[in-house]
């Protein structure tokens, strides 16, 4: 079972930065993706942004390519989500998760498991 926990979120203003972290556990880190997805109140769980087990292959929602970073430390087993020029609509409780199965990357929020708490993060205009 793996065991995930975001950090970073906070309030910041349309144009700003936030860096989000997710520190995973209980399961061999480096063999498997791992995505962020974000809830909008009212709205359905979306992706963000996955990363394949070695990091070398990075995947964006449209909305976000240009604007987010994902990257991964294996020997740290974390995984993060640097977000530049951040817009109101951006506004949502962002998660981590991990792809249930070895080496493989998606955008479907159904083939992820182990998804932590989440980490509000409010954009102000």
């Known amino acids: 079972q793996v065991q995930l926990v975001e950090s970073g979120g906070g309030l910041v203003q349309a144009g700003g930065s936030l860096r989000l972290s997710c520190a995973a556990s209980?399961?061999?880190?480096?063999?498997?993706?791992m995505a962020w997805f974000r809830q909008a109140p009212g709205k359905e769980r979306e992706f963000v942004a996955a990363?394949?087990?070695?990091?070398?292959?990075?995947d964006y929602a449209d909305s976000v390519k240009g604007r987010f970073t994902i990257s991964r430390d294996n020997a740290k087993n974390t995984v993060t989500l640097q977000m530049n020029s951040l817009k109101p609509e951006d506004t949502a409780v962002y998660y981590c998760?991990?792809?249930?199965?070895?080496?493989?990357?998606?955008?479907?929020?159904?083939?992820?498991?182990?998804w932590g708490q989440g980490t509000q993060v409010t954009v102000s205009s």
């Open positions: 998760a991990v792809h249930r199965l070895i080496g493989i990357m998606s955008r479907n929020k159904y083939s992820y498991d182990g």
């Open positions: 209980g399961r061999t880190f480096s063999s498997y993706a």
């Open positions: 990363i394949s087990w070695s990091g070398s292959t990075t």
